[in-house]
T-cell receptor, first 113, second 111 residues
Framework: SQKIEQNSEALNIQEGKTATLTCNYTNYSPAYLQWYRQDPGRGPVFLLL?????KEKRKERLKVTFDTTLKQSLFHITASQPADSATYLC????????????FGTGTLLAVQP | DGGITQSPKYLFRKEGQNVTLSCEQN?????MYWYRQDPGQGLRLIYYSQIVNDFQKGDIAEGYSVSREKKESFPLTVTSAQKNPTAFYLC??????????FGNGTRLTVT
């Protein structure tokens, strides 16, 4: 069955450093991969989408890579700030007849001032 | 102002009672989804609908029911058959191969 794995332990980093979050998937070949941010008690908010033919995507301080050979995506936040503290979810999907989106368990990022 | 609205934010019910969670969107999206989130866990798909009057089961549909009579609305009923109904429920909408827009959830507590 399809499986998505993200760092289960919280990631603690110092303000100003780069945070790197990992998303690994098995047993399917998504056409694209999405990253979302979720704050406590709120719904996830879309951040970035990267397609299978794109190696890297950037948006302001965010960067996403997508390696279809390794079946892995890396999500980077450069010059991290305490306001970046949240849970980050990845969702590999597409390539099929439906738009059903399956999410990873998420990684909690805590940026210390 | 376009968006997706879930109501109520908090809901309390006694065991054995059915309860319906509301989800409305004005984004003109064809597809709508219901997810469940438990503490420390990811989102699990309950039901989804790609078009009016049609819906499919997700990974954990047992004990839940939905309807899609209008494009804008996708209510979820948590029935008494759902063994562990206490959870955070999230509704989302989207178009094919595009990002999802989520509501801010309904926290259901069943005692």
């Amino acid at each position: 069955s399809q499986k998505i794995e993200q760092n289960s332990e919280a990631l603690n980093i110092q303000e100003g450093k780069t945070a790197t979050l990992t998303c690994n998937y098995t047993n399917y070949s998504p056409a694209y991969l999405q990253w979302y941010r979720q704050d406590p008690g709120r719904g996830p908010v879309f951040l970035l989408l990267i397609r299978e033919n794109e190696k890297e995507k950037r948006k302001e301080r965010l960067k996403v890579t997508f390696d279809t050979t390794l079946k892995q995506s890396l999500f980077h936040i450069t010059a991290s700030q305490p306001a970046d503290s949240a849970t980050y979810l990845c969702a590999p999907s597409g390539g099929g007849a439906t738009n059903k989106l399956i999410f990873g368990t998420g990684t909690l990022l805590a940026v210390q001032p | 102002d376009g968006g997706i609205t879930q109501s109520p934010k908090y809901l309390f019910r006694k065991e054995g009672q059915n309860v319906t969670l509301s989800c409305e969107q004005n984004l003109n999206h064809d597809a709508m989804y219901w997810y469940r989130q438990d503490p420390g866990q990811g989102l699990r798909l309950i039901y989804y609908s790609q078009i009016v009057n049609d819906f499919q089961k997700g990974d954990i549909a047992e004990g839940y029911s939905v309807s899609r009579e209008k494009k804008e609305s996708f209510p979820l009923t948590v029935t008494s058959a759902q063994k562990n109904p206490t959870a955070f429920y999230l509704c989302a909408s989207g178009s094919y191969n595009s990002p999802l827009h989520f509501g801010n959830g309904t926290r259901l507590t069943v005692t």
